[in-house]
């Protein structure tokens, strides 16, 4: 399959380095301010060092990518709320050219998922988005192999900077703002943390899995009751190791309903995953409890789950 990368982050820099090793090829790769575009396939190790060393992936408009010879539009910007955009127009520019469209972008379907499944509806192309939820965990495509129907419940750790602030929190005793300087330190907490730690990202990928199990719901971000982690004092996790419990951020959709805040688990139950690893667990009709766990970004991982999505559009 020939793909379109928007984004040049860690996830749309490890799609086009990986791509090849799955089969496919780039044909255009941007980001916000440059392009490159080659109908035969770009030279991607001459692409991504150009990022590194200058800022850009190449000499063509960003626009460019959008127009150029693919067949699946790999949609990487950074998730941006309310209307969604840029990413909602990239999907939608696609589909109106009847390609196939994967996203690590959760802002689309999160925000605007009814307009993009109209949008699909009358596009030859298809959208795909597992990877929006749990990195390489395959939460999407479990989800739609079970059946939604057959599935009344989700709940999940799904960020990893809260769920690493946390899991320090409880084992070492330290508070809040000690552990959360340590994990900008190592690259695990964005400087500018809140997205992470007041529960938004978490419900992002809430409204995204409460979609995939009620289509019909039209689900956004206003409609999930969110909780963060910013004020939870050490003194919590403290009182909970004594009883052999701790806490996580947990997301949950059960009875129509997207709820994210700091919740009482088992020590060492599937809920209580250590460091920045995630975990979900699928209440099902018929086969019971589904546990799923692993790493829930990062660039390769979460570029293997885009990739898996565009094998998809394949069979």
Do not use: C, W
Request: aromatic share 4%; glycine share 12%.
């Amino acid at each position: 399959m020939r793909l379109a990368v928007l984004g040049a982050g860690a996830v749309g820099a490890s799609v086009v380095e990986l791509a090849a090793d799955y089969g496919h090829s780039v044909t255009a790769f941007a980001d916000s301010s440059s392009a490159v575009v080659d109908s035969d396939g770009i030279d991607a190790a001459d692409a991504l060092a150009a990022k590194r060393t200058d800022g850009v992936v190449g000499s063509d408009d960003p626009s460019d990518a959008l127009s150029a010879d693919y067949d699946v539009l790999v949609e990487a910007t950074p998730t941006t709320l309310g209307d969604a955009e840029p990413g909602f127009g990239h999907v939608r520019t696609a589909l109106e050219r009847d390609r196939h469209v994967v996203l690590a972008n959760k802002g689309p379907i999160a925000e605007r998922f009814p307009e993009i499944r109209s949008l699909e509806a009358e596009s030859a192309g298809e959208v795909r988005f597992g990877a929006t939820v749990g990195g390489a965990m395959p939460v999407v495509t479990t989800i739609e192999d079970v059946g939604p129907s057959r599935i009344s419940a989700m709940r999940g750790v799904l960020n990893g900077t809260a769920n690493f602030v946390l899991s320090r929190m409880a084992a070492e005793g330290l508070d809040y703002e000690h552990v959360l300087a340590e994990a900008q330190d190592l690259g695990v907490a964005e400087a500018d943390p809140s997205f992470d730690v007041d529960g938004t990202d978490a419900a992002l990928k809430g409204v995204i899995v409460a979609n995939v199990l009620d289509p019909d719901g039209g689900y956004t971000l206003a409609d999930a009751d969110v909780d963060g982690i910013e004020d939870l004092p050490g003194s919590m996790l403290e009182l909970a190791k004594e009883d052999g419990r701790t806490i996580r951020l947990i997301v949950e959709f059960a009875d129509g309903q997207v709820r994210v805040g700091p919740r009482l688990v088992p020590e060492n139950a599937a809920l209580a995953p250590a460091g920045t690893r995630n975990a979900v667990q699928l209440e099902t009709e018929h086969a019971g409890q589904l546990d799923i766990s692993g790493r829930g970004a990062g660039g390769a991982e979460t570029a293997s789950a885009v990739l898996s999505d565009v094998e998809r559009l394949e069979s």
